[in-house]
């Protein structure tokens, strides 16, 4: 069973565990591969508005996301969030958990809409699993993306309202 | 004649004078209405890659432009713009003017495609002159912009490779 809570400073080091492969792998996320664990610790947890931890029986962190508006005055009605499973608890539709967590506690937050600015194309996985949660290719941006083995991909921009 | 030119810190007030109005008014950029003159001068002149100023013969500022990474890591390649021309100086081709220098100085600068985040689809004269410089409507987000008179509102995503 999992479930999903408040961050607390304490999971920081659990969290970084799981962010850090995939950022360094590159293949996922428009971040620094070589981004410092300060910055990480900014981007993941200062900046935004909130963070969830998707936690198993014994309160070990599996998952994490995060949520702030995707733009600031006129379009801060609508929200942004950025997902990452612990590579042991891949496959158990944690990713899909944290998704539809997300929706309910943006609209808490006021939201009235949900953007991802760039999902990388041939993560098809990825792209079917936020069409299963409501989510439409709004548009699809050529070569946006330098994938470390594919090269220069499309990533798709991805919304949906609340 | 108007000729674009690097930023120096002596511009500011001018440019300041041109870029509160258009933030105020609310109508086409995501950015806080009350953005603090601190912030403006972080946004447009500080986190950029780089500034021009668009001046006369007499080298006062006319309009302003930044360009920075539209995203971060394996996205970096993607440039993003803002572009504001001074009341006086609209209707003078001030802003295709700049456009097509931004994609020059974007090409100078190793990028290789350009975005525009959020055109306000109501703005029809902007989508219109960003076609004519190149750029597709990648995509429309469905009331992304909340328009202070027209309310809710669609925003493209626009896009062109260098």
């Known amino acids: 069973m ?3 809570r408040a961050y607390h400073p304490d999971d920081w080091p659990a969290l970084w565990a ?3 492969p995939v950022f360094r792998a590159g293949e996922t996320y428009a971040v620094p591969r070589d981004i410092t664990e300060q ?3 900014r981007m993941w947890i200062e900046l935004p508005r909130a ?3 998707a936690v198993d029986e014994a309160d070990k962190p599996l998952g994490t996301y995060y949520m702030k508006p ?3 005055g006129p379009g801060d009605h609508v929200a942004n969030c950025g997902y ?3 590579a042991e608890a891949r496959g158990r539709g944690l990713a899909g958990q944290m998704c539809e967590h997300s929706l309910g506690l943006a609209r808490e937050l006021g939201f009235t809409a949900m953007q991802y600015n760039l999902v990388v194309a041939t993560n098809t996985v990825a792209v079917r699993l ?3 949660h409501g989510f439409a290719v709004c548009g699809t941006l050529p070569g946006a993306f330098r994938h470390p083995v594919l090269g220069a991909v499309d990533a798709h921009v991805m919304y949906r309202r609340l």
């Open 2 to 4: 999992i479930t999903l």
């Open 39 to 41: 910055d990480a610790h």
């Open 18 to 20: 799981m962010l850090a």
């Open 70 to 72: 995707n733009q600031a």
């Open 130 to 132: 936020w069409q299963a």
């Open 84 to 86: 990452i499973v612990a």
């Open 51 to 53: 963070v969830r931890v």
